[in-house]
């Protein structure tokens, strides 16, 4: 039995593989606001990071200008998008596991937490869980804030007995800061090489070794 009393997972490249239904809800925004660009990389570095972060980053939009494109997206991606959508082999069994094993599982993600609890009570996740936070309208919040937001809401201490699991360098700054281990796994949208450059914990390639370590 692992050491971990208290499970934090991430969405996005963690449970769920929602690759086609972001892509096609940030073509939609680019197209509406003019812009050019899109591409395959491109979409792997909107996965994880508020959607402000992206447009901000990657097309030095102005706030105003941001706020339009955040728009678009979510006009598409609540219409369709956020089922265009599947999860992982292996997750629902995983939680099931950990659920009946007495772990407490929650998740943490920067999406929207009305379109995160609907994917998770489509692909019937959201039972397994204790608990979830995710980014209201504004969007602007840290993965740091979220998994403290969900931290303190359960009252859990931070230490080594709670851990956050996620596939992009964010996730594992975020359990960095809120004082929690942290393990990285390998078949989301982050580059295995940078997320071991970052010094997880713990390293899972697939659901499998992620089931190794937590099981």
């Known amino acids: 039995m692992s050491q971990f009393s208290h499970i934090i997972f991430d969405l996005d490249g963690t449970l769920t593989d929602n690759t086609p239904g972001i892509g096609k809800s ?11 660009g899109y591409s395959d990389e491109l979409l792997k570095k909107f ?3 508020p959607l402000q972060h992206g447009f901000k980053t990657h097309f030095g939009l102005n706030e105003k200008n941001i706020e339009m494109a955040v728009d678009y997206f979510r006009e598409y991606y609540g219409e369709k998008g956020w089922s265009d959508n599947t ?5 629902r069994e ?25 994917i998770l009570q489509k692909f019937e996740l959201y039972n397994y869980l204790t608990d979830m936070q995710g980014a209201d309208y504004g ?21 080594d007995r709670v851990v956050m699991i996620g596939d ?7 359990a960095r800061e809120t004082g929690i281990s942290v393990i990285a796994v390998g078949y989301g949208f982050g580059k295995k090489e940078d997320l071991l450059a970052m010094n997880p914990d ?3 390639e697939d659901v499998d070794e992620l089931y190794e370590i937590l099981i």
């Open 26 to 36: 940030l073509q939609y925004a680019l197209r509406k606001m003019q812009l050019d």
């Open 47 to 49: 996965i994880g990071p």
């Open 87 to 91: 999860p992982y082999a292996g997750v």
């Open 94 to 118: 995983l939680l099931e596991e950990l659920h009946f094993s007495g772990k407490q599982i929650f998740v943490a993600t920067s999406k929207l937490e009305k379109f995160a609890r609907m």
């Open 139 to 159: 969007g602007n919040h840290s993965k740091a804030s979220l998994i403290q937001s969900l931290m303190d809401r359960n009252r859990i201490q931070p230490g």
């Open 168 to 174: 992009t360098g964010f996730d594992i700054e975020g």
């Open 202 to 204: 713990f390293f899972a």
